[in-house]
């Protein structure tokens, strides 16, 4: 399985990038709106792990997009209020993950997510 992270903090980049190898995931990330538009572009993925506040647009823009795609996507954002998260999900993702988090979580979220496609 094929995972995209897009992601501009490096460190939790790197975290869950780590966490996902070692579950022995195929892992590729982004950090920028337009380096995650380009790997959606030139790459297939099995899931995308997708902030909101990014540079050069945002998350919400960066889900038009994937959305005629068909991929599953989680978003993974600080952004907690009640209206992003159901803003988040009436986009099309298919779960809504609010920083911080515990990998644990995260990681039993993506398997739930697969289960279903």
């Known amino acids: ?15 869950m990038q780590r966490t996902l190898e070692k579950e022995r995931y195929v892992v ?40 005629p795609l068909e991929l599953p996507v989680i978003f993974i954002t600080a952004k907690n209020s009640v209206d992003d998260r159901v803003r988040g999900l009436r986009m099309g993702a298919d779960d809504y993950i609010v920083k911080p988090f515990e990998m644990k979580e995260v990681l039993a ?9």
């Not at 399985?1 to 975290?15: F, G, N, T, Y």
């Not at 979220?109 to 496609?117: E, F, G, N, S």
Request: with cysteine; net charge negative; hydrophobic share 40%.
């Open 109 to 117: 979220r993506i398997h739930a997510v697969l289960r279903r496609y």
């Open 1 to 15: 399985m094929k995972i995209l992270i897009v992601e501009d903090e490096p460190s939790l980049r790197e975290l």
């Open 28 to 67: 590729e990330v982004a950090a920028t709106y337009g380096q995650a538009l380009q790997k959606i572009e030139d790459y297939s993925y099995d899931c995308i792990l997708l902030d909101i506040m990014l540079p050069g647009a945002s998350g919400y823009e960066l889900m038009e997009y994937i959305r």
